[in-house]
């Protein structure tokens, strides 16, 4: 019964044009009152735009990715890592317009905003990205149209393997790997540095990102400790390419990455 007066309360709170933070205080307020669970995140969305960028949950388990990824390092890497610049990248737009914008449209402005919201929307986006690109079931060969477009770009899968391994290898200090989708339909292969990505006006190259690879090294150093190069190997056990490719469809038809955090 209490549910329906948080609601309204909410509602309330933003007819009145109270501050985003204000809103996020009397949620608080009221849920510490009476000790119900949350409202459910498609209401929030509705109701609060400053709690519309969820933390997705990881989309198995810590152990579900080894012996290529170990679970500790999945487990610190999703809780730690990627929860800090989660945080703080909710932080960085507290109070801001930025907390209704979608993400892409951030990053397609990034350079006029803080570099605390470049770092930490950068970091919350790759890793859910990166998570979501891989899975117990993965690797081998891709299938549907991305493994056609992948041997027109880069005349086999090996070649296009070898391709983006190497950018991931030689990407100096900490950043990604990409392969992505330019404005023209075309494929091509990127690194970033830090937490940056393709979709940033700041990339060398801007494009839709289909798959990359976290070359951090607190991606792989618990098990591979220096050796970048085998977990880019291992990495390729991994690849969830049923959601690649469907990056790729959605990219070619819209000329917009479809994950929506
Ligand atoms: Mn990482």
Known sequence: MFKPAKVILIIGAGFLGLHSSSIAQIQVQVKGHMNQPSISSKNRQAIAPS???EFHPLPYSYDALEPYIDRLTVEI???????????NFLKAIDGTDLTSIEISDIFRNISHY???VRNNGGGYFNHTFYWEGMSAQGGGLPTGKIAEA?????GSFEEFKKELSESGK????????????????NLFICSTPNQDNPIMDIAEKKGIPLLN??????????????RRSDYIDAFWNLI??????????YGMLTHKSNLIL
């Not at 890497?77 to 945080?87: C, F, G, P, T």
């Not at 030689?170 to 990604?176: E, L």
């Open 51 to 53: 709690t519309k960028f």
């Open 77 to 87: 890497h999703y809780s730690k890592h990627h929860r800090a610049y989660y945080d």
């Open 114 to 116: 803080p570099i605390a």
């Open 150 to 154: 992948i041997v027109n770009t880069f």
């Open 170 to 185: 030689t990407r100096f200090g900490s950043g990604w790997a990409w392969l992505c989708l330019d404005d023209k339909g």
């Open 213 to 226: 690879i976290d070359v951090w090294e607190h991606a792989y150093y618990l098990n591979y400790q220096n």
């Open 240 to 249: 969830n390419w049923d959601i690649v490719n469907k990056r790729y469809e």
